[in-house]
């Protein structure tokens, strides 16, 4: 199918993209979920975030990163020392995708098509944003800016490029990081990454 291309604007900055995302039909996700979520911060960051889709609390509130996964990305962006209001967050999926299990909604991974329908909308923010560096947080995220070879586990943590030359870091999802049975190592591993980021503008 034709993904979000026709919705994106390409006119306009950063509200009017705002104010369009939510009419999105450019794939399904739209007739379960409660809104589309659109990418947050200063439109001059120099710092691009790009995680997954929105989580349950993301739908239900239409912000990124309030829920489980946002409470720790917030707490390893201050040990890496980043304002969090000083960088953009966005998603590679901007509504959210889920299974019922009785009342609760259970978070499912963005197909391959779903990923694809959506990035004309990640593509257009990179545009307005034009950050410096791109933080790639997990495998959606990754195979939505670095394509489908590309693997988290093994480039994590280094400057990697995404096709157009604009810099970037790789790292898992914060939400991996939440679920972590080894959970000191692993978040002192994300924000080891982070930290890189942070380098890498300097
Ligand atoms: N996970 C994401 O990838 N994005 C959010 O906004 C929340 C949880």
């Not at 975030?49 to 239900?60: A, C, L, Q, S």
């Not at 995404?162 to 790292?171: E, H, I, N, S």
């Not at 000191?184 to 982070?194: A, H, M, S």
Request: glycine share 10%.
């Amino acid at each position: 199918h034709p993904g979000a291309e026709k919705w994106v604007p390409h006119k306009g900055g950063i509200r009017k993209v705002r104010a369009e995302l939510d009419k999105c039909r450019g794939c399904d996700l739209w007739k379960d979920a409660e809104r589309a979520v659109a990418g947050e911060g200063p439109v001059r960051a120099r710092m691009m975030f790009v995680g997954e889709t929105p989580g349950d609390h993301e739908d239900k509130e239409g912000h990124v990163f309030v829920g489980p996964a946002g409470h720790l990305l917030d707490k390893a962006l201050v040990e890496a020392g980043i304002e969090r209001s000083d960088v953009y967050l966005t998603n590679a999926v901007k509504h959210f995708r889920f299974e019922l299990q009785g009342k609760r909604r259970i978070h499912k991974t963005p197909t391959a098509s779903q990923i694809t329908a959506c990035h004309p909308w990640l593509v257009r923010e990179l545009e307005i944003v034009k950050p410096s560096l791109v933080v790639v947080m997990g495998a959606v995220a990754a195979k939505a800016l670095l394509g489908s070879s590309f693997r988290v586990t093994q480039e994590r943590g280094k400057r990697v490029e995404l096709p157009g030359g604009l810099p970037a870091v790789a790292t898992v999802h914060p939400s991996a990081v939440v679920r972590s049975e080894e959970f000191r190592r692993d978040f002192g591993r994300f924000v080891d990454d982070l930290r890189v980021a942070v380098e890498l503008l300097d």
